[in-house]
Structure formats: C-alpha cells, structure tokens
C-alpha cells in the first residue's frame, strides 16, 4: 500500500504564477524524491533531498523537508504550460535497521497540476 | 527518452491467458525495478534486482508473477493466468548506486489490458 499522501489532488493556475504541492509519508526515510508524469515523457526524475537535508533548489524548484512534521513540498515557481503534468512524491525508507536502503521507492498518489496559458 | 526501454508499450490479452514484458535499463546500471502504475494512482513497488539477484518481492507480486534478469542485463516480468485485476500500467525502473539508492530512470511502461 502506498505510504504518502499527496496535497491538493488537483491544482489549477495561470502561466506565471507559483504552485506548491505538499507530501506527508509515515516511517523513516532515506531520502524523498520528486518525479513528474505526463504522457508524453512518462516518468521523469525532478529532485532528491535527503533526510540530513532542509531544502533544495534546481532551477524552478524548490524542495524543502521536515523530518519532525514528515512531510515535505515542492514549489514551481514562474510556472509554464509545459509544466501540466502529475507530480509524484516517493520516500526512500531504510530497507533494515542498520539504514540500508536499495532504492525501493513508495510513490504518493500524486497532485494533477494545470498550468493555463 | 530516459534510456529504458520496454517492449511491447501495447498489450491486450485474454483472461487466462500468460504475458510476458521485457525491460532493457541503461547498461552500466546495476539496479532494475518493477512498478505497476493503476489509473489515478502513483507507481507501486512489485520487485527489484541489484544485478542479477532478485533482492526484495512486494506482496503484491503473487505466484502468478515471476520476474526474472539474466546475466544482470535486460529484465522480464512475466504474468501467468492473466485476471482482469492485472490491467495496469507495468513500469521499469534502474539506476547506478551503490549502497543508498537515489534517482531512478524509467521506461515509457507496457500497459496491459486484460480482456
């Protein structure tokens, strides 16, 4: 069964403006990821923080964590047309106690973004 | 193009009926996964393989499915006795790590429809 829950479902905004999309998972991760969806590209890698982490940017992105509120955003600024999409949050949880993990990720149901132009 | 490749992309059968899917990850990576992907819902976890050694099975992944990496290369995931609940989007994943996993590359996915 999948661990996050994805906030809002659904979000819709004007070319140019800001979208945020929240994720809040249960146990103890590695690492939390970000990927986009559409049907052109399928699934596509977009940003890893890790859990010894607080925030991350890459270009339009911004990705910040709360280990203490597990739960973690992802924030498009200026958005374009071309960022309509679904957007997946996965955590990356410790596979044994020692903190191994092998990649095994567990996806939220992700957030349909709209962007109008 | 991410460099995963899956064949077919396409694939409609008949209740009973077996399927088999193939997924060629990039080539020096080590880690290859299975997804499956039902509408309106994010990818979930079936299998994975660090090289050729299968290393971890969900519990979705009953008897009727067998997944399978030869020499740590291509992989294929096979469905026997075909359910109607199986139609979904199948999806592959692999990625270069060693030790903690990180961003995985996947294929554009096989979407099965059982009939």
């Known amino acids: 069964s999948q661990q996050g829950e994805e906030d809002p479902q659904a979000l819709s905004i004007q070319e140019g403006e800001n979208a945020t999309m929240n994720c809040s998972y249960k146990?103890?991760?590695?690492?939390l990821q970000w990927y986009r969806q559409n049907s052109g590209r399928g699934l596509v890698h977009l940003i890893l923080?890790?859990?010894?982490?607080r925030e991350k940017h890459s270009g339009r992105l911004r990705v910040t964590l709360d280990t203490s509120k597990k739960s973690s955003s992802l924030l498009i600024t200026a958005s374009r047309a071309a960022d309509t999409a679904s957007y997946f949050c996965?955590?990356?949880?410790?596979?044994?106690?020692?903190?191994?993990?092998?990649?095994?990720?567990?996806f939220g149901q992700g957030t349909i973004l709209t962007v109008h132009p | 193009d991410t460099g995963v490749s899956q064949d077919p992309r396409h694939k409609i059968t008949k209740r009973g009926q077996n399927v088999t899917f193939r997924c060629d990850p990039i080539?020096?990576?080590?880690?290859l996964y299975w997804y499956r992907q039902t509408l309106g819902q994010g990818p979930e976890f079936l299998t994975y393989?660090?090289?050729?050694?299968?290393l971890e099975k969900s519990r979705l992944l009953s008897d009727r499915f067998s997944a399978e990496r030869p020499k740590g290369s291509f992989s294929t995931l096979e469905i026997q006795r075909t359910e109607q609940g199986d139609s979904a989007m199948y999806l592959c994943?692999?990625?270069?790590?060693w030790g903690q996993g990180g961003e995985q590359y996947f294929g554009p996915g096989t979407r099965l429809t059982v009939t």
């Open positions: 994943a692999s990625s270069l790590v």
């Open positions: 146990t103890s991760i590695n690492n």
């Open positions: 923080i890790r859990s010894n982490e």
């Open positions: 996965a955590e990356e949880s410790p596979t044994n106690a020692g903190g191994t993990s092998y990649g095994k990720l567990t």
């Open positions: 080539s020096e990576h080590n880690r």
């Open positions: 393989f660090q090289n050729e050694a299968q």
